[in-house]
């Protein structure tokens, strides 16, 4: 994907802005300022640069004037089609721009499907969650969606977002309260069982008392008390040897100590010698005094030999069962404490929680009656609001209520349902919106509700919203639109001269056959051809009667 115009051939239509244009100014968001697509349908190529206000999409019946609509609807995510892919060529590529953003949907024929965002490769959800925020399309039959009640409700509470954000926190912390109590009760049996355990497990290590390092020591103990007697004949055949025998160590030390009395009076070499002869004869008399002691000692102690061994028998079982070592038996004895903490707050907070919970009821049910009470005060003005431009879309006689029935418990929109009651007829009694609205009812009933509440993007795009009407209802609906497009950039595509007539960018998608292939482009009208568009488009003629027609309906 590139920011710079890919080179023009003879299908791709780029066309500027016509200077006498309006400048509208649309403050929701950036705006959609250039499409680019390849390869959709019977488009080859396609460049169009977009501005301000309201731009509808003309053209013959067949024309494809609904293929912009594809395109845009890629970008926000829609199911990827191998269908949509021109004939013959290996992928299409939409490409839509937003100021300095830009965002791509590549789709190929094998059903494989790329998302880009400056770039950068994403998710298709990414991809939906970023363009959702900048466009909204209005498909022909997606006025379908009013008949959710999700839908009919969050038009009115959009209008009141303190009192829902107040019973939302409410609810929220109710059935959080409510999920934790439920847990504890069923989990009571499951709960003791564990203390159990875990209390069985913590006296266990907290009895043995484990210090890190002392099994090394304890090893080296029991290695010695085992071993005593071979411990002692070492030592008693040392001292033999040393001092005992009749031919010793020491004798001959201090016979060499001797020997030297007369030299080390005349020589400082060997009078240095002879004094570490006799250190060496101290050192040894030394040693031969603690090999005695050593030696005596034959007899090992049982109660000492059994302590050692009891002790190195605890800290093996320790280790069997939490080890393999003290130091993983102490870490498991920390996790052990803090397990039993969390299990008896549990336990005492399954005292409490009832209380809580019966607390947090009644904040619910009290910002539930709040949030009823807003909606019963903002119902019926923005029900009059609707039902004011409804009526000029054609319908004179359209009734609309917004119905609150209560709930027996409360959900998580408040303790009551809202619905759409709704008729188009004279003397008939108001039914939900879904029973009775065709579907051109729902298209304007979907038009007033974009004019009375905005539209939630910069970008808006309607297909055929027009259908099925004529007339004074044309002439309503075009102005309607002409109303959102103040504020919003608005796309249409369309088969009415009215709305067109409103535009302040006309587009025409024409259909042609070049070199045996059919070819669809889009290009901007100018003034002359607008003005011969709109004759077309009322009288399926250029004749001069025509064109006058179309010059009244210009202005």
């Known amino acids: 994907m590139t920011r710079k115009a890919r080179p023009r051939d003879e299908t791709t239509q780029t066309a500027p802005l016509p200077t006498a244009a309006p400048a509208l ?30 731009s509808v999409f003309t053209g013959e019946t067949g024309a494809g004037k609904s293929i912009i609509v594809d395109a845009l609807g890629l970008l926000l995510g829609s199911r990827s089609n ?17 100021n300095d953003d830009a965002a791509s949907r590549r789709v190929t024929s094998q059903g494989r499907s790329t998302a880009r965002l400056d770039g950068e490769v994403v998710t298709l959800r990414e991809l939906q969650d970023w363009a959702q925020r900048r466009l909204t399309i209005h498909w022909q039959h997606s006025a ?26 409410a609810y929220r912390a109710w059935t959080d309260a409510r999920t934790r109590l439920d847990a504890l009760r069923a989990s009571e049996r499951e709960r003791a069982r564990q203390l159990d355990l875990l ?72 009078a ?28 090992p102690d049982p109660e000492e030999l059994a302590r050692v061994e009891a002790r190195l028998g605890a800290l093996g079982k320790l280790r069997a069962k939490y080890g393999p070592t003290l130091d993983d038996v102490l870490t498991f004895h920390a996790q052990v404490e803090q397990e039993l903490a969390a299990l008896t707050r549990d336990e005492q907070d399954a005292g409490t929680l009832d209380a809580d919970v019966a607390a947090l009821l009644t904040d619910v049910r009290r910002a539930a009656a709040d949030l009823d009470a807003a909606r019963t005060r903002r ?51 108001l039914a939900p919106l879904a029973d009775v609205a065709s579907g051109g009812e729902l298209s304007r ?87 011969e568009e709109i004759a077309r488009m009322l009288s399926g003629n250029t004749s001069d009667a025509a064109l006058q027609h179309a010059r009244e309906l210009l202005g």
């Open 445 to 531: 009933v979907m038009l007033a509700i974009s004019t009375v509440l905005g539209a939630d993007t910069p970008a808006v795009v309607f297909d055929e919203v027009d259908a099925g009407i004529g007339g004074g209802a044309a002439l309503a609906v075009a102005a309607q639109l002409r109303h959102l497009a103040q504020t919003r950039q608005v796309f249409v595509v369309t088969h009415l001269a009215q709305i067109a007539a409103q535009a302040d960018h006309h587009f025409k998608v024409e259909k042609s056959v070049q070199d045996g292939r059919t070819v669809s482009r889009v290009r901007l009208l100018t003034q002359d051809e607008r003005l």
């Open 272 to 299: 240095q010698l002879q004094r570490e002869l006799r250190e060496a004869l101290d050192s040894v008399q030394a040693v031969v005094g603690e090999l005695r002691a050593v030696a005596e000692d034959q007899a």
């Open 379 to 429: 119902a019926a003005p923005l029900a009059a609001e609707l039902v004011g431009v409804i009526r000029q879309l054609g319908m004179p006689h359209a009734r609309l209520e917004f119905q609150l029935t209560p709930l027996t418990e409360p959900g998580a929109h408040g303790l009551s349902d809202v619905t759409l009651q709704f008729t188009a007829n004279p003397g008939e009694d």
């Open 82 to 98: 191998t269908d949509l892919i021109r004939t013959g060529e290996d992928d299409l590529l939409v490409t839509g721009f937003w």
């Open 199 to 270: 209390q069985f497990q913590a006296t266990e290590i907290t009895e043995v008392n484990p210090t890190p390092g002392e099994e090394e020591p304890l090893q080296a103990d029991l290695n010695r008390l085992a071993n005593l007697e071979s411990i002692a004949q070492g030592a008693a055949g040392a001292i033999t040897l040393l001092s005992d025998g009749e031919e010793n160590a020491l004798g001959f030390l201090a016979e060499a100590v001797r020997s030297l009395n007369v030299s080390a009076r005349y020589d400082d070499t060997t």
């Open 25 to 54: 100014t649309v403050d929701a968001g950036p705006s959609l300022t250039r499409l680019e697509v390849r390869n959709l349908a019977t488009i080859r190529t396609l460049d169009l640069h977009f501005g301000a206000g309201l």
């Open 144 to 169: 379908v969606s009013l008949l959710g009640p999700a839908n009919q409700r969050a038009l009115l509470d959009r209008q009141l977002p303190g009192e829902l954000a107040a019973y939302t926190a």
